[in-house]
């Protein structure tokens, strides 16, 4: 009767402020944060948001999040 309770699967890493953090990023230039190159790649997204907040994600992990917020 507990297992209802809980989730089945991981546990996410990723949270409402680690998305609003990459939409902040996503609509700023790279070169803002000291980077040479002009776009952002979901590979220097994700180095990024790991020296910042500490949650390591993967480059296509990256991706996905940006389709589903639609940018």
Known sequence: ???DDRRI????TVND???MRLKELVSH??????Y????WT???????LAKELG???S???????????GL
């Open 9 to 12: 699967g991981r546990p996410k």
């Open 36 to 39: 040479p190159f002009g776009r």
């Open 59 to 69: 480059s296509c992990h990256i991706n996905r999040l940006l389709k589903e917020m």
């Open 55 to 57: 949650v390591q994600v």
């Open 17 to 19: 402020s680690y998305l």
């Open 42 to 48: 979901a590979q220097w997204l994700a180095k990024h």
């Open 29 to 34: 230039s790279p070169r803002e944060y000291d």
């Open 1 to 3: 009767h507990l297992w």
